[in-house]
């Protein structure tokens, strides 16, 4: 087993609440409330974490929010080493409306972090010497657009895979800089890169782009109800989304990343970590707000879809 060390830029204290109903100038009280730690790296560490992997959460943490983020992360077990930033932790709400069913989610664009903050982040990673670096997650305000080409140079440093998850710019620039391990857009986000709108056969062409140039080892694209392509210099591979009861897509992405992540540290079989991912991405849609995969529910899809752990 290789341990993972994830890392969050923007993260956030994900509160979410029942209301009766949502509607403007009344007063909408919450009930059921869960505080939950949440970000990209953050549901990556929290999924690897349920499925008994060995992680640590390295995130930027401000004030107080950050010592409750800090808190939340040590309730699950895990372990967590805060980067001091200026600016607080931002908070993001989630309302599930009963009278309609519908979910509203409110992300405040949180506090601007400057140069030496990530810069902090990357001189942390110098100090891990084995298993996997996974940056998730957007760029907070400020941050420059080559943050993760400088993660990526420190886990380089000590010959560790990177995977990363990320959009827009951030995406660009570490593509183009190269030597990433994995990286997981969804259909959208290659889009975005791509420059246009991609059918299934362009979506496929793509991620082998991808590959060829040298810019990245392996992709996996996430398409949602139409499942997801895996791309690597040999293997072509898709799957369609396991057939669940959809309850909320929040942190499927995270839950598909986390546990292929889990998955490659085991020393599973590209073809089987993939399979996992999807059963996670799938789990996790089963639940309602916030809530990640559970374990129960991954192993339960990943059997029920043919798959067998390496024994």
């Not at 008994?52 to 080493?81: C, P, Y």
């Not at 992300?107 to 942390?124: F, K, S, T, Y």
Request: net charge negative; charged share 20%; with cysteine.
């Amino acid at each position: 087993m290789a341990s993972v060390l994830t890392i969050t830029l923007n993260p956030t204290i994900d509160v979410f609440g029942e209301a009766a109903k949502v509607q403007p100038t009344h007063k909408v009280r919450l009930k059921d409330t869960s505080f939950e730690p949440g970000g990209g790296g953050i549901n990556v560490a929290r999924v690897i974490s349920a499925l008994g992997g060995e992680v640590e959460a390295l995130t930027l943490s401000g004030w107080e929010m950050g010592d409750f983020l800090g808190r939340l992360l040590k309730d699950e077990g895990i372990h967590w080493q805060p980067i001091p930033m200026e600016g607080e932790t931002r908070v993001a709400l989630m309302v599930h409306d009963q009278s309609s069913g519908l979910e509203y989610r409110f992300l405040p664009e949180g506090p601007e972090v400057h140069e030496h903050e990530i810069d902090a982040c990357a001189d942390a990673i110098l100090h891990k010497k084995e298993g996997f670096v996974v940056a998730s997650g957007s760029l907070p305000r400020g941050a420059p657009v080559d943050s993760y080409v400088r993660l990526a140079r420190a886990a380089a440093q000590n010959g560790l895979p990177f995977v990363l998850d990320s959009s827009g710019a951030a995406l660009k620039a570490a593509l183009e800089h190269g030597g990433i391990y994995l990286v997981k857009p969804s259909q959208s986000e290659l889009e975005s890169y791509a420059g246009h709108a991609l059918d299934a056969a362009g979506i496929e062409a793509a991620a082998k782009s991808i590959i060829a140039r040298g810019q990245a080892r392996m992709v996996a694209v996430t398409r949602g109800a139409d499942g997801a392509v895996l791309a690597t210099a040999d293997k072509l591979l898709r799957l369609p989304a396991i057939p669940v009861e959809v309850r909320s897509a929040v942190g499927a992405g995270d839950s598909f990343l986390g546990a292929m992540v889990w998955a490659l540290s085991e020393g599973w079989d590209v073809e089987r970590a993939f399979l996992l991912g999807m059963a996670a991405g799938a789990a996790a849609t089963c639940n309602t707000g916030t809530s990640l995969c559970r374990k129960e529910d991954v192993f339960g899809l990943f059997a029920k879809a043919g798959g067998h752990r390496p024994s």
